[in-house]
């Protein structure tokens, strides 16, 4: 195999169809995980590190998406907890004492869900994050490589994984290491995770809404706020979680 854009385009072309096919039967349990949530006026905490964070930006407060929604980021700690902005760096991540301020800063309630998103499933932060969801009640939806995570050993002090946690786990199909075009000497290039995490939480969108629907409700989905009369439509929806959702930084 070359390294070119064709090459790495026929990649991603059999990854994406490859997920789709194996993660069928894990969406529609995800969406109805989510659904039910949502008919009992719960909303969907989106949470991930790193490149993962793209993850919950494309379930929270995007044209499609759903309006009960709310994105989780490390730099709550500072926005919202008054940390300084030095607490912020590339080995956060694996931490686990940061997963209890970030439970504690987020507006959550009992009936809402969780959907989290870690391509290796193995840092501190995300395992312990993903252990208080659990403890306090909530459903959660992991989003990782099993690929990569069965090849990493735990870094949390109780040696499980985010995949261990989940009610349901949808696998990215990333190879270990994430890139997919092999390199002279070693080392590779062009991820994947991040498309097919994209694919797998636009599937499970387009699925909780075709329940709702199902059920005779008006799905909340959010339009574009680019198009005439979007943003009054919108923020008639968000005035329902008011206090539950954040679209900021």
Known sequence: MTVSAEDYLAVVTETIGRVAASQREAVGRAADLIAEAVRADGVVHAFGTGHSEALAMEIAGRAGGLVPTNRIALRDLVLLGGEPADRLGPLLERDPAVAHR??????????????????????????????????????????????????????????????????????????????????????????????????????????????????????????????PDGDAHNNELEARYAGRIRRGS
Not at 145 to 158: C, E, I, L
Not at 195 to 202: E, H, M, P, W
């Open 102 to 227: 970030l439970y504690e800063l987020a507006p959550v309630r009992p009936t809402d869900v969780f959907v989290l998103a870690s391509n290796s499933g193995v840092n501190g932060a995300m395992v312990e994050f993903a252990t208080l969801v659990k403890e306090h009640g909530h459903g959660l939806v992991a989003i990782t490589s099993t690929r990569h995570s069965g090849r990493m050993a735990s870094r949390h002090p109780s040696g499980r994984k985010l995949s261990d946690l989940a009610d349901v786990v949808l696998d990215n199909g990333a190879p270990y290491g994430d890139a997919t075009l092999p390199l002279p000497g070693g080392g590779a290039v062009g991820a994947v995770s991040s498309i097919t995490a994209a694919l797998l939480a636009q599937q499970v969108t387009v699925e909780v809404v075709a329940r709702l629907l199902a059920a005779g409700e008006r799905p909340p989905v959010y339009l574009s706020a680019n198009i």
